[in-house]
């Protein structure tokens, strides 16, 4: 089966917290809107969320094998997993899938992030390190395809307080500033 990671789960560091995958394919979603959001739970930053509707999102397709699944939902916790339409998944690259499930983890109605629940700038640097390990212009793709920049967001690099940090090289925090710099009003 297939996991569509859309956040934190595109950067390979940060998936390997959790389980074993396969490679991850650089594809693009139609019908699926990506946005900052709160989730209930035990959640004190404002991860992203996808719902389904209109948009399209630029993520990744990971295989992974069905014991990993359970920890998967375990770190998706707040979040709904459900099929995804094979039709409605274009790969970036000419490759060949399975006729396997794709997986994605959703999140609707979720409020906007806040003050007390912001955006952390470590979960942005996770997911666009692992953004850029694909090409600059996938990181801005995602960056362009992401609404609700204009929230709330703590710059926690010196004391990081997102669970998931992983991948991020020194090198990428600059191009990372630039590229959250074009969205922030």
């Known amino acids: 089966m297939y996991i569509f990671g859309y956040g934190s789960l595109i950067n390979r560091h940060s998936r390997l917290l959790t389980g074993q995958t396969g490679e991850a394919v650089p594809v693009v979603v139609d019908g699926l809107h990506r946005r900052w959001g709160k989730v209930d739970g035990s959640y004190t ?14 993520g990744v397709l990971v295989r992974v094998h069905d014991g990993f699944l359970p920890e998967f939902d375990r770190r998706e916790k707040g979040y709904r997993r459900i099929a995804l339409d094979p039709s409605a998944v274009h790969p970036e690259q000419e490759v ?5 499930p794709i997986w994605v983890y959703v999140r609707e109605n979720s409020a906007p992030p806040c003050p ?4 952390m700038q470590t979960y942005v640097d996770t997911v666009l390190a692992g953004c850029l390990s694909i090409s600059e212009s996938f ?12 929230h709330p967001l703590e710059n926690d690099r010196h004391q990081p307080k997102y669970g998931n940090l992983a991948g991020v ?6 191009l990372i500033d630039q590229l959250v710099a074009t969205a922030r009003p």
Do not use: K, M, Y
Not at 169 to 174: C, F, W, Y
């Open 96 to 100: 060949t899938l399975s006729d396997d």
């Open 169 to 174: 090289e020194a090198a990428h925090l600059s």
């Open 45 to 58: 930053i404002a991860p992203l969320v996808c719902e389904p509707g209109e948009g399209r999102c630029n």
């Open 139 to 150: 990181a801005r793709a995602f960056v362009d395809t992401t609404q609700g920049w204009h």
């Open 116 to 119: 007390v629940q912001p955006i």
